[in-house]
T-cell receptor, first 117, second 113 residues
Framework: DTEVTQTPKHLVMGMTNKKSLKCEQHMGHRAMYWYKQKAKKPPELMFVYSYEKLSINESVPSRFSPECPNSSLLNLHLHALQPEDSALYLC????????????????FGPGTRLLVL | DQQVKQNSPSLSVQEGRISILNCDYTNSMFDYFLWYKKYPAEGPTFLISISSIKDKNEDGRFTVFLNKSAKHLSLHIVPSQPGDSAVYFCAASGYTGGFKTIFGAGTRLFVKA
């Protein structure tokens, strides 16, 4: 099983809503990532979890709150988002946390397309 | 500041011919480079990679070339097929304040039948 699943596929939310994005993998990977991708732009790294601990936070606003409850699950909690946060949110996982410099191939989910009104 | 650049937003190639996608990087701390392919409504999928200790890696129709002195890599697809039509992202990986993978903006490849 080389699949990373993400739910929901699409999400529309108002600026006062609280919602969560979910990501799951059963490949035994111990590194998981959240990326944000705007149209015609590259995926931009938001967070990296390594062995269920947050190892990188790319100065993401606090209205985005990641959570890694176990080695298979990764959540992204959303609260008080802005319209400019509308984007495709991609989850990825890789086999090892890149101790030696990041040689691991990342497996991506299909993404959650988020629209903030 | 874009650390990984793909200067061609799109490329159109005839079926059976060679497709060459280019990528430049600026940070010499990158030591591993990857190409991902993305179809609409799907996440990027890994295609091929190369370590900085090599200058070429081949996998079937796909070959990646790395020129470290020029901080340049390229992906060659020979022969190109209509099913290769997708967006191709170049990515560079390494320790830059923690392990990170930085993506280029992507090149959309059209392979005409």
């Amino acid at each position: 099983d080389t699949e990373v699943t993400q739910t929901p596929k699409h999400l529309v939310m108002g600026m006062t809503n609280k919602k969560s994005l979910k990501c799951e993998q059963h490949m035994g990977h111990r590194a998981m990532y959240w990326y944000k991708q705007k149209a015609k732009k590259p995926p931009e790294l938001m967070f990296v979890y390594s062995y269920e601990k947050l190892s990188i936070n790319e100065s993401v606003p606090s209205r985005f709150s990641p959570e890694c409850p176990n080695s298979s699950l990764l959540n992204l909690h959303l609260h008080a988002l802005q319209p400019e946060d509308s984007a495709l949110y991609l989850c990825a996982s890789s086999q090892t946390p890149g101790v030696a410099g990041g040689r691991e191939t990342q497996y991506f989910g299909p993404g959650t397309r988020l629209l903030v009104l | 500041d874009q650390q990984v650049k793909q200067n061609s937003p799109s490329l159109s190639v005839q079926e059976g011919r060679i497709s060459i996608l280019n990528c430049d990087y600026t940070n010499s701390m990158f030591d591993y480079f990857l190409w991902y392919k993305k179809y609409p409504a799907e996440g990027p999928t890994f295609l091929i990679s190369i370590s900085s200790i090599k200058d070429k890696n081949e996998d079937g129709r796909f070959t990646v070339f790395l020129n470290k002195s020029a901080k340049h890599l390229s992906l060659h697809i020979v022969p190109s097929q209509p099913g290769d039509s997708a967006v191709y992202f170049c990515a560079a990986s390494g320790y830059t304040g923690g392990f990170k993978t930085i993506f280029g903006a992507g090149t959309r490849l059209f392979v005409k039948a």
